[in-house]
């Protein structure tokens, strides 16, 4: 390990050959969206309006009365009939199949999906479903990533890059949401927070969002000029709807996966499933044909404050019913359009009800509302709606919005929407991100005092005639071997001592013959570092070098175990150290001086008897009264 391993961040100069293919694969992701926005253009003007041109419209108002019932489940047979005898993991909203090709597949999405995932959607929003096109497109962007790394002779994480800036491009051409797309991309789906995959996302998105101005403009999907008017009263607003829109998230979780639960117990094979969904499509589009379709313009009017809707209360129920139960039917759709246009609906309805003037205030931070809760990404939605709205005056009280539908969710709600499906298939999913504890350790802190050690030149019986006539100090099962200069020649057990040392045949061997290699470790290296290499040599030691290449101690399982127990306690004892009463204060410093105490004795070499620097180091602080 090389001491610019230490350095802030972890980053080769392949950083930059990832960077240029990142680039690429933005121009790509944006022509992609494009290419499915055109599509499902296509099928909607065919489905419902007989022609063939790729104009982008809504499947509403339209002529076919009655008819319109079957359109949706037409659709549903083309792309059950695709799941099964094409590629089954185009079913779904697509966010969960990339989280799980991340998670388990190396990032590796075939080619077949990167096809058939656009067309399905294309059909499936096509002909009526009311479903957005991000997902699909966030899922098709990945393939695409995930396939241009398969070409490539990269690491799986170089390839998981790969996929996030297909996903990231596809966000940021769709919604003109460059930095949301990022943060979307970090937050759901990187599983980490590294240069190593910022850098290129962002590149590939920046670069999908240029591409995009050059065909469709400049200008904010839905632009917004809503203001609250009270700034203390706006406060309690945001409080509010974050509370009402982490408990809608939590409802609509359930619903979808208890409608899932039931299609699962049909006897029919899943394939007729999304045909069951259409039909409640067809039907909830009859009754309520605004529910039908990606529903931009709805958004677009819902941000304006210029949707009226006489029957609001009946359209919010119609559209969650009908999108509960298709995405429920396994069916090809997004999600992230729904989510805004079912929150807008709510804030737009207690706007209506409660007689407040500007509605799209209160549309905003519904949408702000259910989309953090369902996504627990306060910072992916912050952005996410300023970009669309380019509402700046909105960003106060939609922050706080976010932050506490957040939090109320992930309180009250284990899984969401997006991650729900993978736990069910036994896989956990965690999204706290956080610089790993024992990466913030050295070695020279936890490894054990001078290790005792055998010359390489000595012979067996020497060695094994020696651990009998000390057996205190030779009580351990391995010995570093050292050259006559004091550099590691490599290690030797305890055992294989005793099974030579008897030998009349090897009297003459030495330990340098026999021993076996050594796996050492610079005294400077992390404890992170130590625990991956034990792990690549199936190793429970290593040897701690110092700057001249002489050992100097030894890192064992129980040093890695030492070391992440500290941070443990540091994130479940509680402490105080400032009281106001005599006794209070003697309780405390007694208190704190036990804490350090076993600290100290925790820091205490299990192989000797004598402290090392950490235990030292404590030993130190116990000596300052910590009430001064």
């Known amino acids: 390990m090389e001491r610019d391993a230490l350095s802030d961040f972890r980053v080769s100069p392949r950083i930059f050959y990832i960077s240029g293919i990142a680039l690429l694969i933005g121009v790509a992701g944006a022509l992609i969206a494009f290419a499915l926005m055109f599509m499902i253009g296509f099928f909607t003007n065919l489905f419902y309006y007989h022609r063939l041109v790729f104009t982008f419209v809504s499947p509403y108002p339209n002529q076919l009365g009655g008819t319109v019932i079957a359109i949706p489940v037409i659709g549903a047979l083309m792309i059950g009939l695709m799941a099964r005898y094409g590629a089954e993991k185009i079913r779904g909203h697509g966010i969960p199949e990339a989280m799980e090709a991340i998670l388990g597949g190396k990032s590796m999405i075939s080619?077949?999906?990167?096809?058939?995932?656009?067309?399905?959607?294309?059909?499936?929003?096509?002909?009526?479903?009311?479903?957005?096109?991000?997902?699909?497109?966030?899922?098709?962007?990945?393939?695409?990533?995930s396939v241009v790394g398969q070409l490539l002779h990269v690491t799986a994480a170089e390839r998981k890059t790969l996929l996030l800036c297909g996903a990231a491009a596809g966000m940021s051409?769709?919604?003109?949401?460059?930095?949301?797309?990022?943060?979307?991309?970090?937050?759901?789906?990187?599983?980490?927070?590294?240069?190593?995959?910022?850098?290129?996302?962002?590149?590939?998105?920046?670069?999908?969002?240029?591409?995009?101005?050059?065909?469709?403009?400049?200008?904010?999907?839905?632009?917004?000029?809503?203001?609250?008017?009270?700034?203390?009263?706006?406060?309690?607003?945001?409080?509010?709807?974050?509370?009402?829109?982490?408990l809608l998230a939590y409802a609509?979780?359930?619903?979808?996966?208890?409608?899932?639960?039931?299609?699962?117990?049909?006897?029919?094979?899943?394939?007729w499933w999304p045909a069951i969904g259409g039909l409640a499509i067809g039907l909830g589009g009859f009754w309520v044909p605004r529910v039908l379709g990606v529903g931009y313009d709805t958004i677009g009017q819902l941000v304006e404050g210029k949707l009226l809707i006489e029957a609001v209360l009946i359209f919010l129920l119609v559209k969650m019913a009908v999108w509960v139960i298709a995405l429920g039917s396994g069916t090809s759709g997004g999600i992230l359009a729904p989510l805004l246009i079912i929150g807008g609906t709510l804030g737009n309805g207690l706007a209506q009800m409660l007689?407040?003037?500007?509605?799209?205030?209160?549309s905003i931070l519904g949408m702000a509302a259910l989309f953090s809760g369902v996504t627990r990404s306060p910072l992916t939605t912050m952005v996410f709606l300023l970009e669309l709205t380019h509402d700046v005056s909105m960003v106060f009280p939609t922050l706080i919005t976010c932050a506490v539908a957040a939090a109320v969710s992930a309180v009250i709600l284990p899984r969401s929407i997006l991650t729900e499906k993978i736990a069910r298939r036994g896989r956990h999913i965690a999204r706290d991100y956080l610089v790993h504890p024992l990466d913030l350790q050295r070695v020279s802190?936890?490894?054990?005092?001078?290790p005792v050690s055998f010359p390489a030149e000595q012979t067996l019986a020497a060695a094994y005639t020696g651990m009998k006539r000390e057996p205190e100090t030779y009580?351990?099962?391995?010995?570093?071997?050292?050259?006559?200069?004091?550099?590691?020649?490599g290690m030797i057990d305890a055992q294989t001592i005793a099974q030579f040392g008897v030998l009349e045949q090897s009297q003459h061997r030495t330990i340098g013959d026999v021993a076996r290699k050594g796996i050492s470790v610079p005294h400077y290296a992390t404890m992170l570092s130590a625990m991956q290499k034990m792990l690549e040599w199936n190793t429970d030691r290593l040897v701690v070098l110092n700057e001249q290449t002489k050992p100097v101690g030894l890192i064992t399982k129980h040093s890695i175990l030492l070391a992440g127990k500290l941070q443990v306690e540091e994130e479940t004892q509680r402490e105080r150290f400032i009281r106001f009463s005599g006794k209070s204060k003697q309780?405390?410093?007694?208190?704190?001086?036990?804490?350090?105490?076993?600290?100290?004795?925790?820091?205490?070499?299990?192989?000797?008897?004598?402290?090392?620097?950490?235990?030292?180091?404590?030993?130190c602080c116990i000596s300052i009264d910590p009430m001064i």
Do not use: C
């Open 173 to 246: 051409a769709t919604f003109h949401s460059p930095i949301a797309a990022v943060l979307f991309s970090v937050e759901l789906l990187a599983f980490e927070l590294r240069l190593r995959s910022l850098v290129p996302i962002a590149l590939a998105s920046g670069i999908a969002d240029f591409t995009r101005s050059l065909i469709a403009g400049n200008q904010p999907m839905f632009p917004s000029s809503a203001a609250p008017d009270s700034p203390n009263v706006i406060v309690l607003v945001a409080v509010l709807f974050g509370i009402v829109g982490a």
């Open 587 to 619: 309780t405390a410093r007694s208190s704190s001086q036990h804490g350090r105490k076993h600290l100290m004795e925790l820091a205490a070499r299990n192989q000797k008897k004598e402290p090392g620097p950490m235990a030292q180091v404590l030993s």
């Open 355 to 362: 007689h407040i003037h500007q509605p799209g205030v209160w």
């Open 445 to 450: 802190h936890f490894m054990t005092a001078q």
């Open 111 to 145: 080619p077949k999906v990167a096809l058939l995932k656009p067309l399905s959607a294309a059909i499936s929003i096509g002909s009526g479903g009311p479903f957005g096109a991000e997902g699909p497109i966030i899922m098709s962007g990945g393939s695409f990533g």
């Open 475 to 489: 009580r351990f099962t391995q010995y570093p071997v050292l050259s006559a200069n004091g550099g590691l020649v």
């Open 252 to 271: 609509l979780t359930k619903a979808i996966y208890g409608v899932e639960g039931l299609f699962e117990k049909l006897p029919l094979h899943w394939m």
